[in-house]
Structures are given as structure tokens and as C-alpha cells.
């Protein structure tokens, strides 16, 4: 195999990894008048509203089980005033390594077509 070659193979064993590392959980019981955060997303209870923010943005709002915004997928529950949050993310370092095995992949294909071949 030449040069390149192993690039690609490199390149996609990063974007395999990326898809089977497993989900981080991130979890917590949040009743009215609480605040705190979940990683990145900041999780406040008020009014009866729970409501979940990331980098300044809510991402998700309910009141009780109605969904008002949802633009992320947590699993929740609402028992007794409070509300079990449970959000599934990637850790970052799978995300960095994705953009790596893109990026090898694509340094690859650039360099077959336009400099090996000419």
C-alpha cells in the first residue's frame, strides 16, 4: 500500500471510532428553584419550567410533560415538582477526532487528484 493509502484507512478508522465510542450520560434531579449545570448546558427550574440552556441558547423547555422547545433530545421525567434530566453527548475528544479522520481523508483525496497524478 502506498503513502496515501494509508492515510485513507487512517482517516476512516478515526471516523469509526468516533461512531462507536459511547455516549457520555449526563444526569441530575433538578426541583423548583434550582439551578446548575449538566457539562455544558446550564439547567434552571422556575415557575414550573424546566429549562435547559447552551452557550446562551435554551435548548429545551417543558412545563410539567408538555414539550414547549426541543432541540435537543433529553430523556426526562416529571414527578412530584421535579423534573430527572438525562442528556446522551459525545465527549468533545471524539468530536476533534472526527474533524481529524475528515480532514486526513480529504489531505488524502487532494493529494491523488491534483499533485501525484498531474
Same mark, same amino acid.
Given at each position: 500500500? %502506498?503513502?496515501?493509502?494509508?492515510?485513507?484507512?487512517?482517516?476512516?478508522?478515526?471516523?469509526? +471510532?468516533?461512531?462507536?465510542?459511547?455516549?457520555?450520560?449526563?444526569?441530575g434531579t433538578f426541583c423548583e428553584g434550582d439551578r446548575g449545570?449538566?457539562?455544558?448546558? &446550564? $439547567?434552571?427550574v422556575q415557575n414550573g419550567f424546566l429549562r435547559v440552556s447552551?452557550?446562551?441558547? %435554551?435548548?429545551? $423547555?417543558?412545563?410539567? %410533560?408538555?414539550?414547549?422547545?426541543?432541540?435537543?433530545?433529553?430523556?426526562?421525567?416529571?414527578?412530584?415538582?421535579?423534573?430527572?434530566?438525562?442528556?446522551?453527548?459525545?465527549?468533545?475528544?471524539?468530536?476533534?477526532? +472526527?474533524?481529524?479522520?475528515?480532514? $486526513?481523508?480529504?489531505?488524502?483525496? &487532494? &493529494?491523488?487528484? +491534483?499533485?501525484? &497524478?498531474?
Amino acid at each position: 500500500m %502506498e503513502r496515501e493509502e494509508y492515510l485513507i484507512v487512517l482517516g476512516v478508522a478515526l471516523l469509526t +471510532f468516533f461512531f462507536l465510542f459511547p455516549n457520555e450520560n449526563l444526569s441530575g434531579t433538578f426541583c423548583e428553584g434550582d439551578r446548575g449545570t449538566l457539562g455544558d448546558y &446550564y $439547567v434552571s427550574v422556575q415557575n414550573g419550567f424546566l429549562r435547559v440552556s447552551s452557550d446562551g441558547q %435554551e435548548v429545551f $423547555v417543558a412545563r410539567g %410533560e408538555s414539550v414547549i422547545l426541543r432541540k435537543i433530545q433529553p430523556d426526562y421525567s416529571f414527578s412530584e415538582g421535579c423534573y430527572t434530566l438525562n442528556i446522551r453527548v459525545k465527549p468533545k475528544m471524539t468530536l476533534y477526532l +472526527f474533524i481529524l479522520g475528515v480532514g $486526513v481523508i480529504g489531505i488524502a483525496f &487532494y &493529494y491523488m487528484a +491534483f499533485l501525484k &497524478y498531474r
